[in-house]
């Protein structure tokens, strides 16, 4: 008896394959020991009742109830179409399925109805990757039929996002009232005008007017009045004498009270630019101006507009939340700063913000659900920092969290499904630079940190979060000098990588999403999303810095460089704030320049 294996105890034996799949296959082909029969429109299909009971609830009920009455052991299957049954039944025995968009809404239904999930899924999955304006009637319907809310979401998402053409489709009358509120509603719709809305109301209204002209006020509310334009406002005022069942009610507002009535602009009136505030971080470097300079990239134009910088800025931190960006601390004249400035693409102004208890610089800097988290940093060259406080936006007041389970700085840093990823960073520095190889976490309804270890360190990478995950990119990576004693790394020991990841929300690297490598190694570069692109401007490394514009899609061989640069004096441009800037389209931006008349509800007449 060996010494893993104690009296009266079971021994743990490597187990081989079972070949349960390659069985099923092998039964299937050669029709053997079936127990049961499956018919559809007369067409008979052999199958075995203990293994479509145990994929499907259908099936299950079917055979430990009415089973038992059944004389000829058939199952008839109603409203299932033989052909839909035959690769049902070669998907439950070999897993093999062949999709295309005329095949999987018939598979996608007959899957449905007889609750074979895992094919369902499959289905589901590729009709959403097919989804367009021309079929998403058909597949709103779809799931509709069968309460598939994945599909159902992705209908909504395509709604929203083509809302100008899905009006005017034959399909949009018959949207249900939730769909539509659900649409109206919504803050992401890619509309340039308001009118657009209150148009997609009266056509949906007009579909079947004796039924939904009552509901008209539940859903006028929806409408922001606001946002019409003085053109458009007239245009309504003659459309509502059309069909006199509505009136308007107006009021006198100034423009930041015409914005606030308005509930926000919708996502199509904002034009999506880069912005960037060059805050001259380089220890070494005289300031050049009394202000720091700050640019806007427009991705489609590739055009540069210059913004009113803020003044004396050094070292600080910047987000961006929508149309507003935020600012905090920094260093200026060798004094570590606590202040936090808002920045508006309404006003083209600073605004600054209740200060932070702690002066930073080089820390960790996010937005979520109005509220500004501040992470780290350091308050000298040598002295990291563990603090971190929160700035609730709505309340103006600072509050306390969790620290960080160590100091650290330089972290690539993002938001991803309410949680704050810190990914690497430095914990110290002495003789060489002490890298954190990991990521911590941050849970914000427990105020909890969770830290997941990862096989490299790296610090002064970047970070974007985008639909399945974050995307790290560059940054200077751990360099192990082969000269080293007791584990110590000897200067220099890290060097600029082309090297990019991806991380999942659990803060695991997933290595089958591919991402290129970037033209060069590239540290401390501003990154942000644009669309759906991930542009990476400026950034250096050891002996350089750059001003080059390089973009990339998911899904892309490699990434591209574009014809602008960074419009910088200098030979490059590293450490600056980099954030997208959502600004309102210029005939927006007009409706609040001045007080005026405006009309703020529908009502019954």
């Not at 501003?526 to 899904?555: F, S």
Request: glycine share 6%; net charge neutral.
């Amino acid at each position: 008896m060996t010494s893993s294996h104690k009296r009266g105890q079971p021994s743990m034996l490597k187990t081989r394959p079972l070949g349960l799949k390659e069985g099923l296959a092998e039964m299937y082909q050669e029709e053997l020991l079936y127990d049961a029969t499956l018919v559809a429109d007369g067409q008979r299909f052999p199958c075995h009742r203990a293994l479509l009971a145990a994929i499907s609830p259908y099936f299950r009920e079917v055979f430990t109830t009415t089973w038992k009455d059944s004389k000829d052991k058939e199952v008839v299957l109603q409203d299932v179409a033989p052909s839909v049954v035959q690769s049902i039944m070669r998907y439950v025995y070999t897993e093999d399925v062949a999709l295309t968009p005329e095949v999987a809404p018939l598979l996608f239904e007959g899957a449905s109805k007889l609750q074979i999930i895992p094919l369902q899924t499959i289905c589901c999955r590729f009709l959403i990757t097919a989804l367009s304006v021309q079929n998403w009637f058909d597949m709103y319907s779809l799931s509709r039929a069968h309460k598939s809310q994945a599909l159902l979401q992705a209908v909504l998402q395509l709604l929203t996002q083509n809302f100008d053409r899905i009006v005017e489709d034959d399909g949009f009358p018959q949207l249900d009232l939730i769909v539509l509120t659900t649409l109206i509603s919504s803050g992401e719709l890619a509309v340039a005008s308001e009118y657009t809305v209150y148009q997609a109301v009266r056509r949906w209204v007009q579909g079947q007017p004796s039924q939904r002209r009552a509901l008209l006020p539940q859903l006028m509310p929806h409408v922001r009045l606001p946002l019409l334009s003085q053109e458009e406002q007239e245009k309504l005022q003659k459309d509502l004498e059309q069909w006199r069942d509505l009136q308007l009610e107006w009021e006198f507002l100034d423009g930041e009270e015409r914005l606030r009535r308005s509930q926000g602009l919708r996502e199509g009136m904002y034009k999506p630019s880069i912005l960037c505030i060059d805050t001259q971080m380089c220890e070494y470097q005289e300031l050049e101006t009394n202000e720091a300079p700050m640019g806007c990239y427009d991705p489609q134009t590739e055009l540069w507009e210059k913004l009113p910088g803020l003044q004396s800025l050094t070292h600080a931190c910047c987000v961006s939340a929508g149309d507003r960006v935020y600012v905090s601390g920094g260093i200026y004249k060798n004094a570590y700063s606590t202040a936090v400035y808002e920045f508006s693409s309404f006003t083209n102004r600073w605004l600054q913000l209740p200060s932070m208890a702690t002066s930073r610089a080089a820390h960790a800097f996010l937005f979520h659900n109005r509220r500004l988290y501040v992470l780290g940093g350091w308050r000298k060259f040598q002295t990291f920092l563990n603090l971190t406080e929160s700035l609730d936006l709505t309340a103006g007041t600072w509050a306390a969290m969790a620290n960080l389970p160590f100091p650290l700085s330089h972290p690539a840093s993002s938001v991803f499904r309410d949680k704050l990823y810190l990914l690497g960073g430095a914990t110290g520095i002495s003789s060489h630079w002490i890298f954190h190889r990991g990521i911590l976490i941050y849970e914000i309804g427990s105020d909890q940190w969770t830290q997941v270890p990862l096989g490299m360190g790296f610090y002064a990478a970047s970070a974007v979060a985008l639909d399945s995950g974050i995307y790290v990119i560059g940054g200077y990576q751990e360099k192990k000098n082969k000269d080293s004693t007791d584990r110590a790394l000897l200067p220099e020991n890290r060097h600029s990588t082309r090297k990019c990841f991806f991380v999942s929300g659990l803060g695991r690297v997933n290595h089958s999403i591919s991402i290129p490598k970037l033209p060069r190694g590239i540290a401390n570069a501003g990154v942000a999303c644009c669309g759906k692109r991930i542009y990476l401007l400026g950034g250096e490394d050891l002996t350089q810095r750059y001003k080059t514009v390089y973009h990339w899609a998911p899904g892309e061989p490699r990434w591209h460089r574009s014809a602008m640069e960074v419009p910088v004096p200098r030979e490059g441009i590293s450490r600056f704030g980099c954030v997208t800037l959502m600004r309102p389209k210029a005939h927006i931006l007009q409706l609040f320049q001045a007080a005026s008349l405006v009309p703020v509800a529908a009502v019954c007449k």
